[in-house]
């Protein structure tokens, strides 16, 4: 089994991130309003300026009923999760 890294984990979570937005079909701003963010927050991440908070990873799992555990350790885009 792989070790992951914080930074391994960073990037699962914001490319997460991005697609789970794109497949909610959500603007920025009404995404940041359904995970209770601030739409920069949101931009910045996107950007790869910042990382997610694991409480807005939190919030993200309850919004698309994924798990912490798919969120951190596998990328949504790569078919592993339907939501």
Same mark, same amino acid.
Do not use: C, W
């Given at each position: 089994?792989?070790? %992951? *890294?914080?930074?391994?984990?960073?990037?699962?979570?914001? $490319? #997460?991130? &991005?697609?789970?937005? @794109?497949?909610?079909? %959500? *603007?920025?701003?009404?995404?940041?309003?359904?995970?209770? $963010? #601030?739409? &920069?927050?949101?931009? @910045?991440?996107?950007?790869?300026?910042?990382?997610?908070?694991?409480?807005?990873?939190?919030?993200?799992?309850?919004?698309?009923?994924?798990?912490?555990?798919?969120?951190?350790?596998?990328?949504?885009?790569?078919?592993?999760?339907?939501?």
């Amino acid at each position: 089994m792989q070790t %992951l *890294t914080k930074e391994d984990l960073d990037i699962n979570a914001t $490319a #997460n991130i &991005k697609f789970a937005r @794109a497949q909610l079909k %959500l *603007t920025q701003i009404k995404f940041a309003k359904a995970l209770q $963010a #601030n739409p &920069k927050t949101i931009g @910045a991440i996107e950007e790869g300026r910042t990382t997610p908070s694991p409480h807005l990873i939190y919030r993200l799992s309850l919004l698309i009923k994924v798990s912490l555990q798919t969120l951190y350790f596998t990328k949504l885009s790569d078919g592993n999760a339907k939501f």
